[in-house]
């Protein structure tokens, strides 16, 4: 009833390309956009900005990385947490290097450390496709992540192996470190989250998506009408890469706050990432949101939302639950609706335009 | 709508000479030598397995021919890749419909005008200014198109949904978007029917005469392929056997032995 585009006639091509040309659809954005500014770091509690909305912008913005490659591109890639990685350790690097430097400069600046390094493992997508790709990039996690233990000039020598975040001042507000609040850092997180996503949204809706998707449905078509392939790939790999990289950056200097980060960084992580890829919808933006929260929002809510509302269940047993709840969730949407979450989301829409008539 | 170019029509715009491909141990195409005149639409016909398709994929460079040489536009060439192929002008359609499935019809169309857009990749992040300028500019060729092959209202629908006259309606429309001079059709009409068949020959024709596009087509249905085609070159077993008009090539006697067969 509210959601009709009757009466919003496009007379520009302008208006008919833009990524969000329904009216209602662009005030909801402003709505989301406006809660997630304004109201979440006053209402919610600091258990809830760091172990819920940190880790869901954090995975978010992994899987639109792994959704640039993999849904966008065609390219299956188990390497994700190893890109991540890189970030996370390149970060490390960089502001021992140049202390004085805004710690978000570097977050970004890792990120193309990170692009550099997928770019190299994304090399042989040329030649092979498919399983045999992803071994491929199974390669580079086993091997990035034998780096992290490995070779201590990446974790400055220190005894531990572990990454230890120092304070970082930005504007004097200190960003990273112990002293900086769940407030703080989810700022930062949402502000990256948001300007890259926009930048992701770009993307693909121009030029280079258009070569990205038609390299992913018929590779062959596209390379007589010109795409060269290995750039495209390459391209793919490396922003990709980019995104993982800040995302793993983000995920140590800004949620995790330090610690053993090579365990963090292992395949686990990249299974994760592609589950949240597939059940939010491959090729979909909005998909990697929904599977971010879907995965890893809600085991948290779950475990404490449960005892929370009157269930009576102990620590171990919550958690328990919460494993078969998610499973059984993930199955019974993949039955629904093999396409995803976005997918769900779309057919929702179209029916809310012509409610209450069925078309 | 294409730029001005250096062949005049009825010269020769590309020219096959002597060219042979071998997999392995099979020879696909031997000895072949013809050329395609500037403004005509030739056919390519012969039997199945006669090296018709391999002769495209030679021309358009995905292929590369063991020994001979093809020349377009006055430049000769033993090995290329596609990518030079297609800057140079020339298009392709697909014997089985090779669209991008999950995309929009416009989406693939608009694909098809991807080496004439040159924005870099940091205007592409911000989608404003020259890079919207320059999707807004290219759109409008496409809508042309659009127009022209009258598709108007499957513009916004993933291909994978379209039935498959309009699919391959739509592959001719992403060819047509690379602006080419020279427009390889292979099997357009395959699996149509008589309707579609006289829909894609009207639209076929209409390219060739009103953008002068020059078509080279490889087709089954001997009806379409003696209306529509200025000359035709028959292959068999990767061998040419006759080349000339359709009357000639209809006439000649080892066409009608091995490919059109005797009336009784």
């Known amino acids: 009833m509210f959601y009709r585009e009757t009466g919003q006639f496009k007379t520009t091509y302008q208006a008919d390309m833009a990524v969000f040309p329904i009216r209602q659809d662009r005030i909801g954005l402003a709505f989301i956009l406006l809660v997630a500014f304004a109201v979440i770091p006053f209402v919610g509690s600091d258990f809830f900005i760091s172990s819920v909305m940190i880790p869901f912008l954090v995975f978010s913005l992994a899987a639109i990385g792994l959704n640039i490659l993999t849904g966008y591109t065609g390219l299956i890639s188990l390497g994700t947490a190893a890109f991540m990685g890189v970030g996370a350790y390149s970060c490390y690097k960089l502001t021992t290097f140049f202390p004085g430097i805004n710690i978000i400069v570097l977050i970004l600046a890792s990120g193309l450390v990170s692009a550099a390094i997928g770019v190299l493992f994304g090399l042989p997508s040329l030649r092979i496709k498919g399983f045999y790709l992803a071994v491929a990039t199974l390669a580079a996690q086993f091997f990035l992540q034998w780096c992290f233990v490995r070779v201590p000039w990446l974790f400055n020598y220190n005894a531990s192996g572990a990454i230890e975040v120092p304070q970082r001042l930005v504007f004097g507000v200190p960003v990273t470190g112990a002293l900086a609040t769940p407030e703080t850092r989810y700022f930062v997180c949402l502000a990256l989250v948001v300007v890259l996503t926009w930048f992701a949204s770009n993307l693909v809706h121009g030029r280079i998506g258009r070569s990205w998707m038609a390299v992913r449905d018929m590779d062959i078509a596209a390379e007589l009408m010109g795409i060269r392939l290995l750039n495209t790939k390459l391209l793919a790999f490396a922003v990709s890469s980019f995104y993982c990289g800040v995302a793993g950056a983000m995920m140590i200097f800004l949620w995790y706050g330090g610690g053993e980060a090579a365990d963090v960084f292992s395949i686990r992580l990249s299974f994760n990432i592609l589950f949240m890829v597939i059940i939010g919808g491959l090729g979909s933006l909005l998909g990697s949101f929904f599977g971010a929260a879907f995965l890893a929002s809600l085991p948290t809510i779950m475990k404490f939302g449960l005892p929370a509302i009157g269930v009576p269940l102990s620590g171990a047993t919550a958690e328990h639950v919460t494993f078969m709840l998610v499973g059984a969730l993930i199955i019974l949407f993949l039955i629904v609706e093999p396409h995803g979450l976005a997918r769900l989301w779309q057919i929702g829409k179209q029916k809310l335009r012509t409610w209450p008539f069925p078309y | 709508m294409r730029a001005p170019d250096a062949v005049a029509a009825g010269d020769t715009l590309l020219a ?172 357009p009409m395959a699996g149509m029917n008589l309707e579609e068949k006289e829909d894609m020959c009207r639209f076929i024709l209409d390219v060739n005469q009103q953008y002068g596009t020059t078509i080279a087509l490889i087709e089954h249905d001997m009806g379409v392929v003696m209306d529509l085609s200025d000359r035709v070159v028959v292959l068999e077993y990767g061998r040419k056997i006759a080349d000339g008009t359709p009357d000639e090539v209809k006439r000649d006697p080892r066409v009608i032995d091995a490919y059109l067969g005797v009336a009784h």
């Not at chain 2, 020879?27 to 018709?52: L, T």
């Not at chain 2, 995309?103 to 694909?111: E, F, P, R, V």
Request: hydrophobic letters at 40%; glycine letters at 10%.
């Open chain 2, 16 to 187: 096959v000479d002597n060219v042979s491909l071998r997999f392995g141990g099979v020879k696909a195409i031997s000895d072949v030598s013809f050329d395609i005149r500037k403004g005509e639409i030739r056919a390519i016909i012969g039997p199945n397995g006669a090296g018709k398709t391999s002769m495209l994929n030679c021309i358009n460079g995905f292929y590369h021919p063991q020994e001979g040489r093809i020349t377009f536009k006055g430049e000769t060439r033993r090995r290329m890749r596609p990518y030079v192929a297609a800057s140079q002008g020339i298009a392709r359609t697909f014997q089985n419909v090779a669209l991008f499935k999950g995309m929009s019809t416009l989406d693939n169309i608009m694909a098809g005008r991807t080496l004439k857009m040159n924005r870099g990749f940091f205007w592409q992040l911000l989608r404003y200014g020259p890079a919207m300028a320059e999707e807004i500019a290219h759109r409008k060729v496409v809508e042309e198109i659009i127009d022209f092959l009258q598709i108007e209202h499957i513009r916004k629908v993933p291909v994978g949904k379209l039935p498959y006259g309009l699919q391959k309606r739509v592959e001719l429309a992403r060819a047509l978007a690379m602006e080419p001079e020279l427009l390889l059709l292979d099997e």
